[in-house]
Nanobody
Framework: QVQLVESGGGLVQAGGSLRLSCAASGRSVSFYAMGWFRQAPGREREVVGAISRSGGAKYYADSVKGRFTISRDNAKNTVYLQMNSLKPEDTAVYYC????????????????WGQGTQVTVSS
C-alpha cells in the first residue's frame, strides 16, 4: 500500500501563494486517483481538488476554482497543489489522499491519507 507525506504548508499573507507537495512511497502513485482535502476547525473535511490516475481529469471545489491547481508527476511519485491568491478562509489543515480507482471525487473512496500540513492565511 502507499504511504503519503505532505509538505509545503505554512503561514502566508492574503493574496500570497503556497505549493503543497505530497510524496508517496511504498507503491507508485500512478496506481491511484489522488486528491487534496482540507479541514478547518469546527468544519467537515472537504475535497479541494482531485486528479485522475492518468492526469487527464481534474476537479476543483467552486471555492478554489481559478486559484488552485492540482498536478501530478508520476515519475517523481509526487502530487502537488499550487495555491494562488490565498484567502483567510483557505486556512485549514490540508491532506493528500489516494484512491485505488482511476478517478473519483468521493471522499469515502480515498483509502490512504497523509498526516496533513497546516496552511494559515493572515488577513
Amino acid at each position: 500500500q502507499v504511504q503519503l507525506v505532505e509538505s509545503g504548508g505554512g503561514l502566508v499573507q492574503a493574496g500570497g501563494s503556497l505549493r503543497l507537495s505530497c510524496a508517496a512511497s511504498g507503491r507508485s502513485v500512478s496506481f491511484y486517483a489522488m486528491g487534496w482535502f482540507r479541514q478547518a476547525p469546527g468544519r467537515e473535511r472537504e475535497v479541494v481538488g482531485a486528479i485522475s490516475r492518468s492526469g487527464g481529469a481534474k476537479y476543483y471545489a467552486d471555492s478554489v476554482k481559478g486559484r488552485f491547481t492540482i498536478s501530478r508527476d508520476n515519475a517523481k511519485n509526487t502530487v502537488y497543489l499550487q495555491m494562488n491568491s490565498l484567502k483567510p478562509e483557505d486556512t485549514a489543515v490540508y491532506y493528500c489522499a489516494a484512491a485505488n480507482v482511476p478517478w473519483t471525487v468521493t471522499t469515502a473512496q480515498y483509502s490512504y491519507w497523509g498526516q496533513g500540513t497546516q496552511v494559515t492565511v493572515s488577513s
